[in-house]
């Protein structure tokens, strides 16, 4: 009998909370955005900045562990090989900008910032554009990789390992 890989129901769970962790984060980028835009530095700028590269980093990980590997192992190809190196090459740079937008929006709240509020919004809206655009991608890969193998798997991953890791919403 030939072996499908597949994804827990769990494992399915979590991508799509983290995917979700995300997007709720790239609401509030664009309200701090708006705020820079109007020259206006809100209270809750550091909130975000500490919650971005924990919330990036925890997608990026479980991806990297479950998703990609089953993927690649469903694919069973060269070319999904190169596609998840990419992928992975991509992570490795939005953890970088998330660390940067970190210290960036930390140097605005602070005062110390060099750089206008109005070039602010504007790298802020293009990291959030750019995770959306990322996070879409990956739930269309995960959600290609739950239907061509019938569905996740019930619950088979160690929930312990796998249990949420977010840090807390903003206030």
Request: proline share 6%; glycine share 4%; hydrophobic share 45%.
């Amino acid at each position: 009998m030939l072996h499908t890989p597949r994804l827990s129901s769990t494992q399915v769970a979590l991508m799509e909370e983290r995917h979700r962790a995300l997007l709720a984060l790239c609401l509030e980028l664009d309200e701090v955005a708006t705020d820079f835009a109007r020259s206006i530095v809100p209270a809750a700028v550091m909130s975000v900045a500490a919650r971005l590269e924990p919330l990036v980093e925890a997608a990026h990980q479980l991806e990297e562990e479950t998703l990609y590997p089953t993927l690649e192992e469903q694919a069973g190809s060269c070319f999904s090989s190169l596609m998840i190196a990419q992928i992975k090459a991509e992570h490795s740079v939005d953890r970088k900008a998330a660390y940067e937008l970190k210290l960036t929006l930390g140097a605005v709240a602070d005062g110390r910032c060099r750089l206008s509020l109005d070039m602010v919004a504007r790298m802020t809206r293009r990291f959030l554009e750019y995770l959306q655009r990322h996070v879409a991608a990956e739930q269309i890969l995960l959600d290609n990789l739950v239907a061509a193998t019938g569905g996740p798997d019930p619950d088979t991953a160690t929930p312990a390992r796998l249990k949420s890791s977010l840090p807390p919403a903003g206030p």
